[in-house]
């Protein structure tokens, strides 16, 4: 097994700082990750196991430290939408085409808004893709309901005559 590689002491330093700013429970684990090894010259199994990780990650965790420094620990953010057709300031501008007729209370089809979609990003889209887009932009879909819960057929024969 080769040896392990030092850390370099401005950056541990400097990831003793960032401790105390962490903004997630994620990032306080990564940064321990690196300290606890630093400081405590713990194994990666001893530190998955107080940390709760695997220690697979842990030492991914470190390899980001020695390629990037600290900013390979903080900077790991997961997720996101890496198959989206369409950035979400391009959806953003396609939805608000729709807004003005929806806001005058016209009614809105999906299937309007599936074809400007799809002549957008150049090929055919689902109709459950518009939807989450549209759900994504803080639209639902609203119709009128068929009749009043309270209706009473009787009441309204009654006025008529």
């Known amino acids: ?19 105390r700013e962490s903004a997630s429970k994620a990032q306080l684990q990564r940064i321990q990750c690196v300290l ?6 713990m194994n990666s199994e001893q530190i998955a196991q107080l940390v709760g990780w695997n220690a697979g990650w842990v030492r991914q965790v470190w390899a980001a430290f020695l390629r990037e420094g600290p900013q390979g620990v903080i900077s790991q953010a997961r997720g996101g939408r890496a198959r989206s057709n369409l ?5 953003q501008a396609l939805v608000r085409k729709f807004e003005a007729k929806a806001r005058s209370g016209g009614l809105l089809l999906v299937s309007e808004i599936r074809s400007a979609y799809e002549q957008q990003i150049g090929r055919p889209a689902a109709k459950s893709t518009v939807y989450r887009m ?13 009749r009043h819960p309270k ?3 009787l009441a309204c024969e009654s006025f008529n005559h």
């Open 87 to 91: 950035t979400f300031e391009a959806e």
């Open 151 to 153: 209706n009473d057929p």
């Open 36 to 41: 606890l090894r630093a400081r405590q010259g």
């Open 134 to 146: 549209l759900a994504r932009h803080g639209w639902r879909k609203v119709s009128p309901r068929p």
């Open 1 to 19: 097994m080769r040896p392990a590689r030092a850390f370099d002491e401005s950056g541990v330093r400097e990831l003793e700082r960032l401790l």
